[in-house]
């Protein structure tokens, strides 16, 4: 194979090309047909510059046989691999739908609460593949798959190391450049964190449209990856909330062991912020500060000016936890004062709250204050792992306990935030979940995957998902629960979602040669159905199976029809009555209505019965089967034979009896 396949090439006996998806930094993607089990599937055909490379191709079957071997719902399957004509193939699962990438062309800056949905399902499948000892190392949202409901599926997984060392050759490194990680640009050992950080670039884009480092040059864009600062997402995107955007900074650190320790705990930071997603007008900075009080301007000074007192409004924004530029109250500006603004009550309240601060900074400077320490972010850590990553830096901790959805023990707040400063020794408070309270398990059955999700999520439970076919719900419909519907169940706890595969595929049994009960029988047994039709037949018995529609072995979906064709006999046709006709006549006749003719001649007495057919066998209305044959005989008369009893016979000889016989005529013969 020599060239892009042309529609309609079969690819290793098995695949038929349909259409071309697209191409990749290592081969083309296309639409084909499994002629074996009749489904669409994704082709993916290695570009033939690396399927020469030995090394290459031996790394890129065992990456594609780990990836066959990941079977969840938030990634793409892989279904087969092979080889064709010296190129390399993978067949994965087809999807309708877009990538996440065209997403964010069309659509983008996403709803926060949808970006933080898709991404929560993109790091799902992380972690069930990390759990399994692979990583991605090409996340991006290029390789993100979302259907028509917002379900994603995340494909090329464990691939991507196959072809580590082929990109900057390849340029592909360029459109992948804009989501490595750190340590990936300087060429340095990867684990799962840096699947992470790269999450972490399409949660960034998602929420502002646009990628966090941009550049002339692949080369470019990973320098500043290492060493460059992005700029935080509320800045583009109004919408974002400080909680979120600590938890997209934190993904994006520099350094892995600053990032979130693996995806569940990623998804658990996540999901921490989504109480406050489009629950805050963003420009109105008393909706992030605890007690509403909201430090403005001091005089001469704007937001992002160093005050009087000597403390920047930047300073201020992260002591509060607050973006560094927002739309904030604006700059008062030189000239006359108006009376209104002379009665307003906010300015002497602003420049006292800022000659505060001054002086609790100046006072903590006289003392000598302590060694400033970042605080550890543990929001969505486990109680006793909180307490031990912030005494480990030093810090005393305290614990308050309230009611809320997650699980009990799991951090839910902390004071001070992580990522801010604060003296070591200083104690930091921790917010921890009591549990969320019982509740009970909503019935889902017959629901959309998706709906069925969203509503478990809605009601207080974790939700897991668990396939498994059935003959009753249609595919991607929801069978039962576990724990069952309406049972009482703490909220945060487990609830597996049993969702349906469809019908099982069963192997078509061989029933050609079989009478059609043995036939039916054998289909039924196999779970399908038999669909008969009979077809006459000269050599095959009636009643037995000429042939099947389906071919024997084929898998097909349990309870799906097979057609089989059964034998019957010719059908039967009404000998013609040809009694008192010439014997050419009653031959032709009875030749042209299918059957032999056998002819006996029979002396006679009258002139008026020479050539007529005195008598048939078998008679009219008898019926007989194509081929079968029918016997007639036919008078013979001769003058010269002496009459009967009572007659003269004429030309006074004795005349010479008729010689009797008999002939045999056959369909279109003349007799």
């Not at 490194?173 to 972490?200: F, H, K, W």
């Not at 509503?455 to 498994?468: D, I, P, S, T, W």
């Not at 389906?550 to 979906?557: I, R």
Request: aromatic share 4%; with cysteine; glycine share 10%.
């Amino acid at each position: 194979m020599t060239g892009r396949p042309a529609e309609g090439t079969i690819i290793d006996g098995r695949y038929r090309v349909l259409n071309r998806l697209g191409s990749g930094g290592m081969a083309d993607v296309y639409c084909a047909e499994d002629l074996q089990l009749g489904r669409k599937v994704a082709l993916k055909l290695l570009y033939r510059r690396f399927a020469e490379d030995a090394e290459f191709v031996e790394r890129f079957r065992r990456e594609a046989s780990s990836a066959a071997g990941l079977q969840h719902p938030n990634v793409v399957g892989v279904y087969d691999r092979g080889e064709e004509d010296g190129t390399q193939y993978i067949a994965m699962e087809y999807l309708e739908g877009r990538t996440l990438k065209q997403v964010v062309i069309d659509e983008g800056p996403l709803d926060p609460a949808r970006a933080v949905d898709l991404i929560e399902q993109v790091l799902r499948a992380a972690r069930f593949a990390h759990k399994r000892g692979i990583i991605h190392r090409d996340l991006k949202p290029h390789n993100v798959i979302v259907d028509s409901e917002d379900r994603a599926k995340v494909t090329d997984f464990g691939i991507a190391l196959a072809g580590a060392s082929e990109m900057t050759q390849t340029g592909s490194i360029m459109g992948t450049a804009q989501y490595l990680s750190p340590e990936q640009a300087q060429g340095q050992p990867v684990d799962a964190r840096s699947d992470l950080y790269s999450v972490g670039i399409v949660l960034y884009e998602l929420l502002t449209g646009k990628v966090p480092f941009e550049g002339d040059s692949a080369v470019s864009i990973a320098l500043k990856q290492v060493s460059a600062q992005p700029v935080p997402p509320s800045r583009l995107n109004g919408a974002v909330t400080p909680a979120l955007e600590q938890v997209v900074m934190r993904a994006l650190a520099k350094d892995p062991a600053d990032r979130p320790a693996d995806a569940e705990a990623f998804i658990n930071a996540l999901e921490a912020t989504r109480s406050g997603l489009g629950a805050a007008d963003p420009t109105d900075v008393t909706a992030y500060i605890p007690g509403g009080a909201v430090p403005g301007p001091a005089t001469g000074g704007g937001w992002g000016e160093t005050s009087s007192g000597g403390t920047s409004s930047y300073e201020l924004a992260a002591m509060y936890g607050l973006p560094s530029e927002q739309t904030y109250p604006p700059t008062p500006q030189p000239g006359p004062v108006r009376d209104d603004e002379k009665s307003s009550r906010w300015l002497p309240a602003l420049i006292a709250g800022l000659v505060v601060v001054a002086l609790v900074v100046g006072g903590l400077l006289l003392l000598g204050g302590g060694k400033e320490v970042t605080v550890p972010s543990v929001v969505g850590a486990e109680q006793a792992q909180a307490e031990v990553a912030l005494k480990d830096k030093g810090f005393a901790v305290d614990i308050v306990t309230a009611q809320n959805d997650k699980a009990r023990g799991i951090v839910i707040g902390q004071s001070p935030e992580g990522a801010t400063k604060a003296d070591e020794g200083a104690t930091v408070r921790l917010t921890v979940s009591s549990g969320p309270g019982t509740g009970q398990v909503p019935d889902v059955t017959d629901f959309g995957r998706r709906k069925a999700f969203k509503a478990l999520q809605a009601a207080g439970y974790k939700v897991v998902e668990r396939e498994q076919n059935d003959d009753e719900i249609a595919k991607d419909h929801v069978i039962s629960t576990n724990p069952p519907a309406r049972t009482s169940l703490e909220r945060g706890q487990e609830v597996t979602s049993i969702v349906s595969l469809g019908p099982a595929e069963v192997g078509v049994p061989q029933v050609v040669g079989l009478t059609r009960e043995a036939a039916e029988s054998a289909l039924d047994d196999a779970g399908l159905k038999a669909t008969v039709t009979e077809q006459e037949s000269e050599d095959k018995e009636p009643g037995i199976v000429l042939s099947q529609g389906t071919p024997a072995t084929t898998e097909v979906e349990k309870g799906s029809s097979v057609a089989i064709v059964v034998a019957k006999a010719p059908e039967a046709t009404e000998v013609p009555n040809v009694i008192g006709k010439s014997g050419t006549d009653a031959g032709a006749e009875l030749a042209a209505a299918g059957f032999k003719v056998v002819q006996n001649v029979e002396p006679v007495d009258s002139p008026d019965d020479d050539d007529k057919v005195l008598k048939q066998s078998p008679g009219s209305p008898k019926k007989l089967k194509e081929g079968q044959t029918v016997t007639v005989t036919i008078g013979s008369f001769d003058p010269n034979l002496d009459p009967e009893p009572g007659t003269t016979s004429t030309g006074g000889t004795t005349p010479t009896p008729p010689t009797t016989g008999t002939t045999t005529t056959t369909p279109g013969t003349t007799p």
